[in-house]
């Protein structure tokens, strides 16, 4: 293999848990490995990320990089790290998630190469659909005591739960199933080893034993070999929660996070998070991101492994072509923006980029009439407090439509619409307000 990948995963502090020989395995031979998706909603989140740049690690290593969307699993729900049990969804909310995060998996992973180790994505609902219940528990529920499962974390904290809500058969049985996922792929793909998040070892191991219970007797044990390594569950050091930020999750498809809102999320993160960050996000070699680093602590004002950082997974989650859309819309309120850099904003990102900024609905037959600037500035949107401090300002010159500057004779029409929709008034270089018409 052109790559360690366990020492590479290692310095990056992507490594939590491993199963003796699962390093041997990947250094001996192209293994193909798994991770699961949940399909709880049509996309994923940055939250998702670790997994996909774990598979994306899988197939620059030489290795075959396996991402299950879990069809059938998603109508159970998994118990892991959850306090109550979660909802179930129909069949056609399912469905649609389903086809969603197939969608944003293959702006990852080439489903389509002829690469020998070329990425397959694979839905557990096309080998479970067909599985009787009877089938089910005499082949599979035969194989792991309860004993077994009741020994898992994820069992044993929700029985153990103050709420008293305990926990129910279908979610019990999760284990079971993602295990026999395991085996499913192990024989029909080669499939030896399973990745994931901390929270997910129980699973992940009950797949292994079972794998190793169905070959049992048969002369196969020695073959039927397989591993299990997972992640650390990634956290902020101020002990709130990754991946959200005040608006809520941060997704990885645009039209639920602009690429501005998502570039500045990393460009917000601590020092402290930003060093984690940068080795588990990107994919810098250790020199470089040791530089990074260094020259970070001489001058932390510059905010250059933050920059770096947000450059980095927003080229990788969206494109070059977005992360300069993204660093435009972001010197639109701290730099030297023009009038086109602000035509060239969609409506998403705009309201994005002035969120907390005063705003004011208008009619558009006002528009259509011609709304003179003095009535704009005042009396219509109450953004200066009289007609009088309107003229003086504009006197000043300090009055910009559209990052243009306008004078006291100025009338606003339809053509000063950006997205046929938003006018931007500013006093000065920070006072802005946005003009919102009907």
């Known amino acids: 293999m052109p790559v360690n990948l366990v020492e590479e995963l290692r310095w990056r502090g992507m490594v939590h848990d ?29 939250g998702s990320l670790v997994p996909i740049i774990l598979l994306v690690h899988l197939y620059r290593s030489g290795h075959k990089p396996v ?10 729900g998994d118990p892991s790290g959850k306090s109550d049990e979660r909802n179930l969804l129909d069949e056609a909310t399912l469905a649609k998630n389903v086809a969603g995060i197939k969608g944003v998996l293959s702006r990852f992973l080439d ?6 180790n070329a990425p397959v994505l694979v839905n557990n609902y096309d ?43 279908t979610e ?7 295990g026999y996922d395991f085996y ?61 930020s005040e608006g809520g999750n941060v997704w990885l498809d645009a039209d639920k996070t602009s690429p501005y809102k998502f570039y500045q999320f990393w460009l917000n993160t601590s020092d402290e ?41 927003t080229t990788f989650v969206h494109s070059e072509e977005e992360l300069e859309s993204a660093l435009k819309a972001s010197e639109i ?20 980029v002035f969120e907390g900024v005063p705003q004011a609905e208008i009619s558009r037959n006002i528009i259509d009439e011609g709304l003179d600037l003095i009535g704009a500035l005042s009396a219509q949107t109450n953004f200066l407090k009289s007609n009088g401090e309107a003229r003086r300002a504009l006197k000043e010159n300090s009055i910009s439509l559209n990052k243009d500057k306008v004078g006291e004779d100025y009338v606003i029409t339809a053509k000063d619409l950006i997205n046929d929709k938003f006018i931007l008034l500013q006093r000065g270089k920070k006072n802005y307000f946005v003009l919102k018409v009907n």
Request: charge should be negative; proline fraction near 2%; include cysteine.
């Open 333 to 352: 309120l701290f730099g030297n923006s023009s009038a086109d850099d602000l035509r060239a904003l969609n409506e998403k990102t705009f309201m994005d």
């Open 67 to 76: 991402a299950l969307v879990g069809g059938a699993t998603g109508m159970i």
């Open 184 to 244: 499913h792929l192990y024989k029909t793909l080669g499939c030896k080893l399973q990745m994931g998040g901390s929270d997910q070892w129980g699973n992940i191991t009950t797949g292994t034993e079972l794998i190793r219970r169905m070959y049992a007797g048969d002369g196969n044990e020695e073959v039927a070999k397989a591993f299990a390594m997972t992640c650390p569950l990634i956290t902020k050091a101020d002990g709130s929660k990754f991946g959200k």
């Open 111 to 116: 489903f389509n190469s002829t690469a020998v």
């Open 127 to 169: 080998w479970m659909k067909d599985f009787s219940f009877i089938d089910f528990a005499r082949d599979i529920g035969k194989r792991i005591t309860v004993n077994y499962m009741m020994s898992k974390d994820s069992v044993k904290k929700r029985l153990s739960a103050d709420s008293g809500v305990g926990m129910s058969f």
């Open 273 to 313: 998070d930003a060093e984690k960050y940068i080795k588990i996000f990107t994919f810098l070699d250790k020199e470089t991101i040791d530089t990074l680093i260094e020259e970070h602590k001489e001058a932390p004002h510059l905010r250059l492994l933050q920059k770096r950082l947000a450059a980095e997974v």
């Open 18 to 46: 491993i199963m003796p020989g699962t390093e041997e395995q990947l250094e001996k031979e192209m293994t193909s490995c798994y991770i699961g998706f949940d399909p709880t909603s049509d996309s994923l989140h940055i």
């Open 172 to 178: 019990f049985t999760y284990q079971l199933i993602q």
